[in-house]
């Protein structure tokens, strides 16, 4: 939690690195573009005081996600309250930075969203003393100074995009797949696991050789023992089929930098460096297609600890050091760094392999990028006109960087609230235990059930789930894994028309229970899960003139639907997905009521599907 919080100020100065792309217009590279435009600094000395309350007004010239920070001389002891946009939230600080002034930036974990323009107000209250306060642009949402707005529109809103996008809020469910060298060692290396060591970072397997600092050399061993089972690409899409998933995306290039396709400019890879000599990206491909899955590939484009070298940690830092901000060099090899820089790194190694993937796979419908955090705006622009150029009907996510994703992430194992805005089409992503990649000695699997909630509350709210799986150094995938996916696939089997191709219903997401807001990964690990369901709880999607009532408890007695009530319009049928006959029912001021006699009982719940009369 903490890595996540000392990046969150990263972010928003690369855009000074980002001229060089625009040679026609020579001004507009000599003055670049500051992203401290965006910040919003209070000064103490500006305030309104009242006691230890400390009140501003301000304005938003640009609405998004915002961090709050105070900065001080010496580190605060209090717990300080903050009230602003709407948002009370009292924390206690996390000062662990100083900037180059000497004076200690520290910042709340809450971030708040401005979603227009114009005037707020800030109140602190606070017995220590500081210096002013900082509003500055979240991370996740870094502005880009704007210039390539335009083209990336009009590509963005092509007609293949649109039909691409289309397809993806169809196809609502898909297999992840994390996958690669690190799969060999299940997360323990010399005998231990990545869960004991200090060094911070995320905790999941695929982390390995961030974890233990592996040097590249040794690392690059695990390559001359990677030989997975011939088989492994048949048995994936066979399962991805099962599970009632659409389409699979799996891992070609992860951090370690290692491709699992055959690349002309690397020899790290699959084909190459290990025992297997295959290319399993293009094996997979074809067994997804002949399953009719559609295909995707995971590419790390900003991380690639093998030749990426620090990932444009130092270029970074130099510049966030002038501006006070603390560069968190979480992710990025600062143990073992290739000797050449970074632009070289992807001018070698990632843009070419990306036009490999295209070429090599004609019916690729989606990259989804990561690590981007230290990548500039123009980079991240080429890699999307590049993948825009070369195949239009391809979708790229939102770590591509600079909000040139063709679509959201909510984050990983996140659940937004039903409330959130998003203003673009949105995808979850989410692992069946603790872990991305395969880890041995993580047995904390979630049940069916929750997996089915997760696939229908983010369905409900109108978005689409990517399941992970994590086979090991053999391409199996643990059994545990396998077994939540067939069952899931048997739900699908009966009540997948609720949640295919459908959108979010304008009246309400779900009815009964409180929403539980899965906030990441280590928050799930952390807090396990904790619910139960009942029959007044629903979860509703809508498709055509028909609403679709989840529920996720057996079938019994007669349950009433509150939503329906008449004044919400006329039904013309009403039917349990998986059954042919009408079921009894009356609308009436209370809701819809619902008799379920005869319903075949099934644990992980039926589903209504309620025919309105068309208006
Ligand atoms: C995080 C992890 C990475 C994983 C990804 C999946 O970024 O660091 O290993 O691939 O989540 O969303």
Request: overall charge negative; some cysteine; hydrophobic content about 35%.
């Amino acid at each position: 939690m903490k890595t996540l919080k000392y990046i969150t100020v990263l972010i928003f100065i690369f855009a000074i690195f980002s001229c060089k792309n625009t040679p026609k217009n020579e001004a507009v590279n000599e003055k670049p573009f500051d992203q401290t435009t965006n910040w919003i600094v209070l000064e103490k000395s500006n305030t309104t005081q009242e006691a230890d309350k400390f009140t501003w007004k301000f304005d938003v010239k640009h609405p998004a996600d915002y961090v709050v920070q105070m900065v001080f001389d010496k580190l605060p002891t209090d717990t300080v309250s903050v009230e602003v946009a709407g948002q009370k939230f009292k924390e206690v600080l996390h000062a662990d930075y100083k900037i180059n002034s000497n004076k200690i930036v520290s910042e709340f974990q809450k971030t708040v969203k401005f979603s227009n323009t114009g005037n707020q107000i800030i109140s602190i209250e606070t017995k220590s003393d500081f210096n002013k306060i900082r509003i500055i642009p979240h991370y996740k949402n870094p502005m880009g100074s704007g210039k390539y707005d335009e083209e990336w529109l009009a590509m963005h809103q092509s007609p293949e995009k649109k039909a691409a996008l289309n397809w993806f809020k169809e196809a609502k469910f898909g297999m992840f797949i994390h996958w690669g060298l690190y799969s060999q060692a299940g997360g323990i290396w010399n005998g231990v696991k990545i869960n004991d060591v200090s060094q911070p970072g995320p905790k999941v397997a695929e982390w390995l050789m961030h974890a233990f600092q592996i040097s590249r050399n040794e690392y690059k061993e695990l390559a001359k023992t990677f030989n997975p089972d011939k088989s492994f690409a048949q048995n994936i899409a066979k399962l991805a089929k099962d599970a009632g998933m659409k389409y699979v995306v799996i891992t070609s290039k992860h951090h370690d930098g290692f491709a699992l396709f055959d690349s002309k400019y690397s020899e790290y890879d699959m084909a190459d460096a290990t025992p297997y000599k295959g290319d399993l990206v293009k094996e997979l491909y074809d067994a997804c297609l002949a399953e009719e899955l559609d295909f995707g590939v995971y590419y790390s484009h900003g991380n690639d600890w093998m030749d990426g070298t620090d990932g444009n940690y130092a270029n970074i830092k130099k510049v966030n050091d002038s501006l006070g901000i603390y560069t968190h060099p979480s992710g990025k090899n600062l143990w073992d760094p290739s000797p050449n820089t970074h632009a070289e790194y992807l001018e070698s190694k990632a843009y070419p392999q990306i036009k490999e993937l295209i070429s090599m796979l004609p019916e690729l419908k989606l990259i989804w990028f990561d690590g981007e955090g230290f990548i500039t705006e123009d980079q991240s622009f080429k890699f999307y006109k590049m993948v825009y150029d070369l195949n239009p009907h391809i979708l790229v996510n939102r770590r591509i960087g600079w909000g040139f994703g063709d679509y959201e992430d909510a984050g990983d194992n996140k659940i937004p609230s039903a409330n959130e805005v998003v203003n673009k089409y949105w995808e979850t992503c989410g692992t069946t235990n603790n872990s991305w990649g395969f880890k041995s000695y993580d047995h904390d699997w979630k049940s069916t059930k929750e997996t089915l909630y997760y696939i229908v509350d983010i369905a409900s709210k109108g978005g689409n789930y990517l399941l992970n799986i994590g086979p090991d150094g053999k391409g199996d995938v643990p059994v545990e894994s396998k077994n939540i996916l067939r069952e899931v696939g048997t739900w699908m089997h009966t009540n997948g028309e609720a949640i295919y191709g459908t959108k979010r219903w304008s009246i309400s997401s779900s009815e009964g229970q409180e929403e539980t807001l899965l906030d990441g990964t280590t928050h799930r690990e952390g807090k396990g899960f904790k619910k139960t369901f009942t029959s007044n709880d629903f979860w509703f999607t809508t498709k055509e003139n028909n609403v679709y009532a989840i529920s996720l408890v057996k079938p019994l007695g007669e349950i009433t639907i509150k939503s329906f009530k008449k004044d919400i319009g006329k039904i013309t049928g009403v039917k349990i997905l998986g059954n042919d006959n009408e079921v009894e029912w009356n609308q009436n001021e209370t809701g819809l009521k619902v008799n379920l006699k005869g319903i075949e009982s099934n644990e992980n719940g039926f589903v209504v599907k309620i025919v309105m009369a068309l208006k």
